[in-house]
Nanobody
């Protein structure tokens, strides 16, 4: 009943920009945090950026100063603005939402939901 849907990936040249969007929907009691991970071929999935319900943000060192995460609480949507893209940024980007669905509300538990992934390719 909870869904996380991503959009915005694509092909961009080095130095270009992309904006990824991710919306969580369904039977949600509250959202603790949302974030973006990426996984390149042959590499482990890594955290790119995350934002908590209180607005605290974390960024991977490799994207600091280039990527910006933001959140629209009214829409349960998180965005990743990616500027000055490099070929090394090429990866499948996954959105995650750590949230409390209604089925576990009041139990102290939360669950992590993942988007389907969107391909970002930075190439000339």
């Amino acid at each position: 009943q909870v869904h996380v849907v991503e959009s915005g990936g694509g092909l961009v040249q080095p130095g270009g920009s992309l904006r990824l969007s991710c919306a969580a929907s369904g039977s949600i009691f509250s959202i603790n945090a949302m974030g973006w991970y990426r996984q390149a071929p042959g590499k482990e999935r890594e955290l790119v950026a995350a934002i908590t319900s209180g607005g605290s943000k974390n960024y991977a060192d490799s994207v600091k100063g280039r990527f910006t995460i933001s959140r629209d609480n009214a829409k349960n949507t998180v965005y990743l603005q990616m500027n000055s893209l490099k070929p090394e940024d090429t990866a499948v980007y996954y959105c995650n939402a750590d949230l409390v669905p209604w089925v576990v509300a009041g139990t102290g538990s939360f669950r992590r939901y993942w988007g389907q992934g969107t391909q970002v390719t930075v190439s000339s």
